[in-house]
């Protein structure tokens, strides 16, 4: 069973696929809290194209690799990637309001589902106000 997460964000179709697929902006917004950050992404935005993104702790206690392959790209519209035996759908719809992005991954194993269900819904926030603050420095 995936687990699915969404969020509104009030900028154009474009803008928002470009902020969740460029690695410039993914390093600004990638974290699920202020005490993460992104310090390296990559992204071959194709199927069979590679993305990567080094996670790390802000005091340097912990790190790790998030990487896999893309599955799927229908740009604007649709995303999905494979890693670690994973999948992950994301989907763009634009609304009256902005673009709803939600977002349907498999669970892993190590972790409760709810857990791992805020966590995402964090890094999803944290894109939001990224692409709303770009919007509103336009």
């Known amino acids: 069973m995936k687990i699915t997460i969404s969020t509104l964000v009030p900028a154009p179709i474009t803008e928002v696929w470009r902020a969740y697929t460029a690695p410039e902006d993914i390093r600004q917004w990638n974290a699920a809290s ?4 992104t310090t390296a992404a990559s992204v071959d935005l194709r199927v069979g194209g590679q993305f990567s993104s080094r996670m790390e702790a ?19 519209h649709l995303l ?6 994973r999948e992950v759908v994301v989907d763009f719809s634009q609304g009256p309001a902005g673009v709803t ?8 194993t190590e972790n409760p589902e709810e857990a791992q269900r805020e966590g995402w819904q964090s890094i999803l926030n944290n894109f939001a106000r990224h692409v709303a603050a770009l919007a509103a420095s336009k």
């Open 34 to 37: 202020d005490d993460w950050h």
């Open 58 to 76: 802000k005091d340097g206690s912990f790190g790790f690799d998030f990487a896999g392959e893309y599955t799927s790209v229908e740009a604007p």
């Open 80 to 85: 999905a990637y494979r890693f670690g035996g």
């Open 101 to 108: 992005v939600t977002v349907r991954f498999d669970p892993e």
